[in-house]
C-alpha cells in the first residue's frame, strides 16, 4: 500500500475536505468510515455494482430465504482482537468453524490434512508421534529451499498426499502447475498431527449474523458518507479533481486503463443448484479430482447453521481465467504480472493525491482480516498526517 500524501489538509481548517472513495467493500468503507468518524469532511462512496461489500456480498436468496454468499464462502477468521472487535461494532458475528471435507476418487478425507486424514489415507492408526515421523519420511528431503507451491508441498508432505489432495485442486484453482505458483499460497494450510479439523487456527471465527453485506452497510451509514451504486470512476477527472483526495479500491490495472497490460486474476462462476433438504451434509466440500470440473460445491444454509430452512442453495464453483468483463477475484502473481504490478506501482506512486488500498489495487491475495486490518492502519496514517498538515 502506498503511503497517504496530503496536502493543505488540517483539522484546525474550518474546511470540510471532500474525499471520494472508489470501491465499497471492506477497505473502502472501513476507510470512509474511519475519516467520517475523525475529520471534518463529505465522503462519496462509489461502486461500479449495484450492492455493496464487493466480493464478501450477502443477501437472502428469494425462494429459500437462505443467506447466500454470491462471491464464495467467506469465513470470518483472524487472530486481531482490533479488527475482530472492528466487525463486531457493526453487526453480530455468530460462531462458526469451517469443517471442510475432499472428495476424492478413494473416500471422503477431513481438511486440512490431520490426523484423521494421514490415518484413513494410509489406513494406519497413528498417533500424533508416529503420524508426524511418517511424513516426515514422505517429504522430499532434496529440497532444503521451496521455491513453489510444488516444491513446498513435496518438502512437507511427499508425493501421495500431494497429489491427493494439492496437485488437481490447485491445477483447476490456478490454471497452471502448481510449480509457477509461489510457495506462499500452501502455507495458507496448516497441517495437523492431531484430530482438529478447523480449517483455520485462528483465535477469533465466525460468520455475521445477517451476512456481510449487513455488516459493510453499518460501516458505511455515518452522516458524511454517500453511497452511489452503478457508478464508475473516471481516472481522467484526476485532470481537474473535484476532490481532495482519492482512495481507489478498483485494479490497479484498470486505474491507468491498462496502458502496461493486464494483470493476471482467476475468477470463479458458480452453478447453482436449488434442491430440498440436505444436500451434502457440509458448508464445504473440496474435490481435488482433476477428472472433476468444479473446484468445490458449498452449501450456503450450512454456513447459518442456527437458522433452519426447508429448501436449500448449493453453488458448484468452477475456476477460470479472467476475461475483460469478468469478476477478478485471484490475483496469479507469475513473475509477469510482478513485473507489470512494479510498473503501476511507479505510476501509481507519482499522484500525490490517491491513495491506493485493498486487494485488488495492491494486487494481493488477501484475507478480510487482512483489508480490514490494513485499511485501519491506512487511516490512522492519513489522520495523522492530515492533522499535522504535512506530507507523510
Ligand atoms: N488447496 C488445495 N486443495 C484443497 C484446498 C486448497 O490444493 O483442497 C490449495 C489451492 O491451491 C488453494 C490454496 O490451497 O488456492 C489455498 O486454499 P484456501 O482454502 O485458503 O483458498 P480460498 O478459500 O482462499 O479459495
Not at 463529505?42 to 449495484?50: H, M, Q, S, Y
Not at 451504486?229 to 481537474?240: G, I, Y
Not at 433438504?277 to 473446484?295: E, F, M, R
Not at 448449493?314 to 504480472?337: I, N, Q, W
Request: with cysteine.
Amino acid at each position: 500500500m502506498n503511503q497517504p500524501r496530503i496536502e493543505e489538509l488540517s483539522n484546525n481548517s474550518p474546511r470540510s475536505h471532500r474525499f471520494l472513495v472508489i470501491g465499497a467493500g471492506f477497505s473502502g468503507a472501513v476507510t470512509a468510515r474511519q475519516l467520517a468518524e475523525e475529520l471534518p469532511c463529505t465522503i462519496d462512496v462509489i461502486d461500479t455494482r449495484d450492492h455493496i461489500a464487493g466480493n464478501c456480498h450477502t443477501s437472502r436468496d428469494e425462494t429459500s430465504g437462505v443467506m447466500v454468499h454470491h462471491y464464495g464462502p467467506h469465513i470470518f477468521n483472524t487472530n486481531s482482537r482490533r479488527v475482530w472487535d472492528y466487525v463486531n461494532r457493526f453487526g453480530v458475528m455468530r460462531p462458526f468453524i469451517n469443517r471442510v471435507k475432499a472428495v476424492t476418487s478413494d473416500g471422503v478425507f477431513p481438511l486440512p490434512i490431520n490426523l484423521l486424514t494421514i490415518n484413513l489415507f494410509f489406513q494406519k492408526t497413528f498417533s500424533p508421534t508416529e503420524a508426524r515421523e511418517f511424513v516426515a519420511k514422505l517429504g522430499d528431503p532434496s529440497i532444503s529451499e521451496p521455491a513453489n507451491f510444488e516444491e513446498q508441498a513435496l518438502k512437507m508432505l511427499g508425493r501421495e498426499l500431494y497429489e491427493a489432495f494439492f496437485y488437481g485442486y490447485t491445477k483447476k484453482q490456478w490454471g497452471c502447475e502448481p510449480r509457477e505458483l509461489p510457495a506462499a499460497v500452501l502455507k495458507r494450510l496448516p497441517v495437523r498431527f492431531n484430530y482438529d479439523d478447523n480449517y483455520y487456527d485462528k483465535e477469533y471465527q465466525g460468520i455475521p449474523e445477517n451476512g456481510y453485506s449487513d455488516i459493510v452497510q453499518g460501516i458505511l451509514d455515518h452522516p458524511a458518507i454517500k453511497v452511489h451504486l452503478q457508478t464508475r470512476f473516471d481516472p481522467s477527472e484526476l485532470a481537474s479533481p473535484k476532490y481532495d483526495h482519492y482512495f481507489y479500491t478498483g485494479p490497479i490495472d484498470a486505474f491507468f486503463q491498462y496502458s502496461e497490460g493486464r494483470l493476471g486474476y482467476r475468477t470463479i462462476e458458480f452453478e447453482k443448484i436449488d434442491a430440498e433438504g440436505d444436500y451434502q451434509g457440509a458448508a464445504v466440500l473440496n474435490y481435488p479430482d482433476p477428472a472433476i470440473p468444479w473446484t468445490r460445491m458449498h452449501e450456503h444454509k450450512h454456513f447459518t447453521p442456527w437458522e433452519s430452512h426447508e429448501r436449500t442453495v448449493v453453488f458448484r464453483e468452477f475456476s477460470k481465467e479472467t476475461g475483460p468483463l469478468d469478476t477478478p477475484y485471484y490475483p496469479k502473481r507469475l513473475a509477469a504480472d510482478k513485473r507489470l504490478l512494479a510498473k503501476y506501482r511507479s505510476l501509481a506512486e507519482a499522484l500525490t493525491n490517491v491513495s491506493f488500498l485493498g486487494r485488488l489495487a495492491t494486487y494481493r491475495y488477501m484475507d478480510m482480516e487482512t483489508v480490514i486490518g490494513e485499511a485501519l492502519d491506512f487511516s490512522e496514517r492519513f489522520l495523522l498526517a492530515a492533522r499535522s498538515g504535512t506530507t507523510p
